[in-house]
T-cell receptor
């Protein structure tokens, strides 16, 4: 069975602070894909990044960075110099490489950036 | 181009009634997915279409839920004899082929269903 856990239900920081959102997953598969989505107040899930299980290189995109560690089954997301527009609910998700095409989501982390 | 669209954006109904929720995927996308998101939770998979056929309906909670995609484009999620526990946001997503796990699923804005 696949499972994704985002232990942080809510995080609140002041603008310009760095913040890390944790994601831990469980799977028996050796190959799989991990995703992060952002859900702003409008409700639409916005794709941020995809990472496959055989590529453990960290990735940086502007103020966003992702740290994938297969040994600890974690795929954490860091926002550097946070901005008010980063306020949203963030979801981590897992998808098997073979078989089921569904995404398995974590419970989400509500991030609030205060001015 | 246009993204995934869903109608209605909000639906209020009474317990026991029948509802239909519509999803219009990105043009050219073969794969279509339905998810349900309860308050404070992550989306949960309901059903996946590959073209016109339901390739995986393992997430449908019971036989009151049914979905169709007759022409391989627009899909309708149908809920019979609605219950208060069906209240949630119903999200639709589409991807290009559904054949590759690395494909991005693009989500619509959702339909917020409230059963009174």
């Amino acid at each position: 069975a696949q499972k994704v856990t985002q232990a942080q239900t809510e995080i609140s920081v002041v603008e310009k602070e760095d913040v890390t959102l944790d994601c831990v997953y469980e799977t028996r598969d050796t190959t799989y894909y991990l995703f992060w989505y952002k859900q702003p107040p409008s409700g639409e899930l916005v794709f941020l990044i995809r990472r496959n299980s055989f590529d453990e290189q960290n990735e940086i995109s502007g103020r966003y960075s992702w740290n994938f560690q297969k040994s600890t089954s974690s795929f954490n997301f860091t926002i550097t110099a946070s901005q008010v527009v980063d306020s949203a609910v963030y979801f981590c998700a897992l998808r098997r490489r073979w078989g089921a095409q569904k995404l398995v989501f974590g419970q989400g982390t509500r991030l609030t950036i205060n001015p | 181009g246009a993204g995934v669209s869903q109608t209605p954006s909000n639906k209020v109904t009474e317990k026991g009634k029948y509802v239909e929720l519509r999803c219009d995927p990105i043009s050219g996308h073969t794969a279509l997915y339905w998810y349900r998101q309860s308050l404070g939770q992550g989306p949960e998979f309901l059903i996946y279409f590959q073209g016109t056929g339901a390739a995986d309906d393992s997430g449908l909670p019971n036989d009151r839920f049914f979905a169709v995609r007759p022409e391989g484009s627009v899909s309708t999620l149908k809920i019979q004899r609605t219950e208060r526990g069906d209240s949630a946001v119903y999200l639709c997503a589409s991807s290009l082929t559904g054949e590759f796990a690395q494909e991005t699923q693009y989500f619509g804005p959702g339909t917020r269903l409230l059963v009174l």
